[in-house]
Every structure is written in structure tokens, then in C-alpha cells.
């Protein structure tokens, strides 16, 4: 496809002013790591909070979530909407711990929570193990996402695809430091919000709106289950296994285990980065409510209007094998080449039979690709499934079909915000693990503000490259956030546990994550290598779901982590005063309580628990509420609006407690006193 002058206007007129705010603010991000990585820790809430929706945006998004409607339904969303129970348990407990503790990152607060003996050699493996696996993870299907979007909408091959989006990337975050990723965040909501309703605007009328999907749906285009907003049950009674299909049963998984086994039920990476560049715990508290209501209820349903209406627009094509064989030769051709035809030598060695790959209808923006186990030499059998249509490209593809000119250019430039701001975020975060608790804790302890920037920048190159080279290898955003789930799926409860209990360990902490991490590994090995598994709906065929994959992880990481807790005993209490003073934790503390007496910890589990509750009906509230009314289910709209009413009312009521709590207490902390990024040392103990 061709843009007009009009979109590479608007697209270039981004990039300029990422680039100035690039070098605005490069001589103050320059000062020192604090600057660099955390704005001075002087950020208000809505800036803060809003720079986690921006950065919670990524390019990939949209294309995943319209991905996830396509190849399952509405209700496949669970897998991330889940997640707003973690996220309101962030606001109404971790966040304001999070500020009081003055850390740069999680690593560093390792440290902190369990004293420099226990928590020094956690807080160096999770640097390298955030900076190098986890935020490069993050940075590999971000830039998966990218060279879709490039692919089809300027016409460049994968390879192209990952340079360009490289590119883009080092030229403005290597300037700016985190002034620079929150300040054009700030712009990047703005822009990303009005290209998504406007591009579910069109498709919706291009679809006729309500009466063309229910069109949709008596044509068959649509499956009746694809608009549910849960699965439906198969036939037979609770406690039959008929009853438990598989798409049910990776529900509950969602609801019941993924948001508390994840390992940032606690808060993620980013999150966590924004709430210590906050003013004040309260500012950091307020941030994180603002992007739980606009990441949850704002913002899901124009992604999937474009994804209900690509049913109707976009059918799925597929290829299958004609004959038993063996793949001998797999063409390629065009520009971006694509494999245009596979050729396949029949079992009995007769004449080779081709294959196309070329949609009947001919068009160039929608058809079936390779499935990457077919490859030259790789065994096929009759029906065997050759190529498909790839859910993620549907949102991209009725984006440059139907958008306008000057419109087009728009919704591209907020995609190319949205993959700036992610990519600004993930290199700058990977970025601070490694100098803050790898580089400056373990290896120059004693260099200028200026030599720790310059690190941090060229740790950002080596970072993003590393994304860049396992994205050139990838094809799947779903599957590389689903295998990162599962990776870290074990160490949820005691990232909750050492907020709550005196008794957890660093040994606890590493146990979880290695036996998740290796868990993981060996079951996707396993899984890939055709072994068969046994675990009712979550096996279908045998073969084990990312879902199965989760509950064994949790279940393993579970018991070995309970094991280390009992073999390692109690920790010293006296080891936990500096950070029991300056968090001020509410939970089971008693030994090291009585070390601080002067201490007390502000607010209720109580208070904190129902407000945690009202958020949550504020949320699945608003989600339904508008679902309801987009689809005609009036009914439902009508329970839903009412019930994120009174989610709002509890909400607001147990904020109010923690400001009243706040002003009453009889203790002046200095909160905004930022940390040394040394973790904790000698004035902690006697700092109230």
C-alpha cells in the first residue's frame, strides 16, 4: 500500500517531536541516575499514572487483543483482565510501600526487605535477570509487533522490519532518560486513544454496525460463543468431565491462579518504576488507581470492535496437504517475500505436488502463512495443516483498508508511539537493573554521575539488540506472553508473602523463581517434543495448554518453595528493622515490631481489602456496562452500570480511610527522601 503525503506528514511530525523532547530534556537527564531513571522522583499522579497506560500500550496490543477475539472470543481477554484484581491490590497495599521504600527497582528492594547478608545476592541475579531476560522478552514481541505493522503497511520484509524499529528506538530513548519517556507518553495517550476509536468507528460501520454482526453471526462467520463474555460449559452436570471444555476450564485458570501466581502481583517493572518517580506515596497511590480504571474500562473496547468486526470482513483461510509426504521445497517470492507455494514428494515418490499458498480473491494483504513447522525435509500427512491466516495481522490489515487519508496516518503514528513509548520504557527499566544493582552495587561502587548515565545508555543498546535478534526468530505475540506468564507463574505468593509476613527468606524467593523458571523450560520442551500429557480439558489431544503449563508450574514452584521456607528457619528480626521502619508494612511482624515500637503502620487490611473490592466492581463493571451496550444485551448492561456504582461509592470510602489514617498519624517520615541505590545501610536503622 501507498501513504499519502498527508499520513507521512503526520507520521513525521511525531517522530520530530519525539526527537526534540529527546533533546530537551537530555542535559537534565544527564545530571545523575536518579534523573536519568526516575524524573527527580517529582512526578504527579495523573503524569505518573498516565505514563503507565501509555507505556502498557505497546504496539503489540491492539494486535494481540483483536488476535485473541479472532482465534477464541471476548472472553479469551480474561487472560489480561484478570489481572486488574493484582492491580487494584496495588492501590489499596503496594503502592504506597513501594514509594516508602525509596528503591530505584525490585532488585534493589530485595535488598532492603531481606538486609544486605540475605537480600545482596538476590538483588544481583534479579538485575542481570530482569535486565537480560525479562524486559528483553518484553522488548522481543514489542518489536514481533512492529515488523507485522511495517510488513503491511509499508511493504518491508521482516528483516527490514526489526532494523527500522531498532532504529527508531536507540535514536530517541538512548537522549532523553525517563524525562523524556513520560513526557511523550503524555502525547502518546492522547493520540493512541483517538486512533483507536476512530479506527473502531469506521469498522463498525463498515461492518453495519450491531445489525451487520448479528448478520455475521446467521452467515456463520461469526460463532455464536466468539461475542461471550465467558465460555460456555459443555453438556453434563458440574462434576462431569463433558462439563469442563477446554475453553472454560483456561478461565478459571485466568480468574483463580494467573493473577496471584504471577511474579508482579506486587506490580510489574514499570509500574513500579513510576510509582517511586511519584512525589509522595499517595501521589504513587492516586497514579496507580488512574491506570487500573483507564488500562481496564477505557480502553479494551475499541481493540475488540476491530477484532469482532474482522470476522466479518477478514475469513479464516487455511491450506491443508493433499497428500501424504514429505516437504521438498517451499517458494518464496514478492516484496516483502512470502512463501507464495509448497511442494510437497508423495510417500510412493510420484510426481511432486505443488501447493499455493495465493488466496482465491488475490488480494496481497490477507492470506495464509507457513506454520513454522514446515520446513524443507519435514514429514506432512493428508489434511495436515500447511499454512493459516495469522489472527495479529487482522487488526493492521483493516486498519489500511479502511482508514482515510490523513486518519491512517494517524493511527499509525499512535502505533508508532505506542511501540516508542513500550520500547523507552522496557530499555530504560532493563537499563537501571543492570547499572543500579549489578553495575554500581557489585562492580564500580564509586564512579561519577556522568560515567553511571553513560553505562546506563550503552546497557540500553546491548539491550534492545538482544530483543532485536530473538524477535527476528519469533512470529507469535500470544505465545511469548504466555510463555512469560508461565516462566514467572510460581513466585506470586511470595512476592505477596514478603509484604506480609516477617518469616520469608531471599532462599524462599530464589527457590520460587527457579523452579518456575525451570519448570517452565523443561514442560515447553517436553510440549514441543510431541510427549503427551494428562490433564483433563487443559490436554486436549494430549497436548498440554499454556494454561495446563501454568497450574504444574505454580503447583511445582509451590512445594519447593514451601520446603526452603521450612528448612531455612526464621531470619534474625533485627535484620528486618531498617526496612520494617521505613514501609511501615501492615501484615504479621510481631518479632520485629517489638524492635520498633515507635512504629505505626498506617491504615487497615480491612480498609484495604474493600477498597480492593470496589475497584474491582468499578472495573468488571465498566467492562460489561459497555460490552452490554455495544452488543444490545440491555440487561446486562443495566446489572452492570449498577454494580460499578456501588464499586465506586466503596472505592472512594476506603480512600478515605487511608487519607484519614495518613493525617492522623503521629509520625513524620521522609518519604520523599530518594534512595542511595545501595540498598539499605546504617542511618535505616534509626530513621523513623
Known sequence: MSLSTIDWVILCAYLVFALGVGLWFRRRASRNVDEYFLSGRTLPWWLAGTSMVATSFAADTPLLVSGWVRSGGIWKNWAWWCFAISGMLGVFLFSRWWRRGRVMTKAEFAEL??????????????????????NTITLCWVLVAAQKIISVSFGYDKGYGIV??????????????????VVTDLMQFVISVTGALVLAWVAWNAVGGLQGIEAGQDSGKILHDQLDFFPAAGPGDLFSSSFWTSALAVTIVYLGVSWWAAENVD???????????SRDPRQGMLAVLWYNLAHYVLRPWPWIIVGIASLVILPRLSVESPVAGTVSQVV?????????QIRILPADESTPVSVSLLPADGSADWYPEKLASVVEG??????????????????????????????????????????????????????????NDVYRRFLVREGTSHHYVLIA???????????????????SISSLFLFLLSFLGGVGPISVLRWLWWRVRASTEITALCASAISTSVLTLLTENGVRFSLGPLTPDGVLLPEGRLILVVAISACTAGIALLVAGKPRPASLVAFYRRVRPLGWWGPVA???????????????????????????????????????????????????????LLMLWSLKQFQNEEDRSPLVHRDDEPGDGQGPGPGDEARS
Not at 518464496?332 to 507464495?340: D, F, K, L, M, Y
Request: some cysteine; glycine content about 14%; charged content about 10%.
Open 164 to 181: 527500522l524499529a531498532c532504529l527508531i528506538a536507540l535514536s530517541y530513548s538512548l537522549l532523553s532518560g525517563f524525562w523524556g519517556v
Open 332 to 340: 518464496r517470492s514478492g516484496v516483502p517475500a512470502r512463501t507464495t
Open 594 to 648: 517489638a524492635l520498633a515500637p515507635e512504629v505505626v503502620p498506617q491504615g487497615s487490611l480491612r480498609a484495604a481489602f474493600l477498597g480492593v473490592f470496589g475497584g474491582l466492581g468499578t472495573i468488571y463493571g465498566g467492562i460489561l456496562a459497555i460490552g452490554g451496550l455495544l452488543l444490545g444485551r440491555r440487561g446486562m448492561a443495566s446489572i452492570s452500570v449498577l454494580v460499578a456504582v456501588a464499586g465506586i
Open 378 to 435: 519435514s514429514p506432512v500427512t493428508a489434511g495436515a495443516l500447511l499454512a493459516e491466516t495469522d489472527p495479529e495481522r487482522a487488526y493492521v490489515v483493516m486498519m489500511t483498508r479502511y482508514l482515510g487519508v490523513g486518519w491512517l496516518g494517524l493511527v499509525l503514528a499512535s502505533l508508532l508511539a505506542a511501540f516508542m513509548s513500550t520500547i523507552d520504557t522496557h530499555v530504560n527499566l532493563a537499563s537501571s537493573f543492570f547499572v
Open 457 to 475: 545508555r550503552l546497557a540500553s543498546v546491548v539491550v534492545l539488540l538482544l530483543g532485536a535478534a530473538l524477535a527476528y526468530n519469533s512470529k
Open 267 to 277: 506490580g510489574g517493572g514499570p509500574a513500579i518504576q513510576r510509582i517511586s518517580a
Open 113 to 134: 526487605r531481606y538486609g544486605e547478608h540475605d537480600g545482596s545476592l538476590l538483588r544481583g541475579f534479579l538485575g542481570v535477570f530482569h535486565a537480560f531476560f525479562v
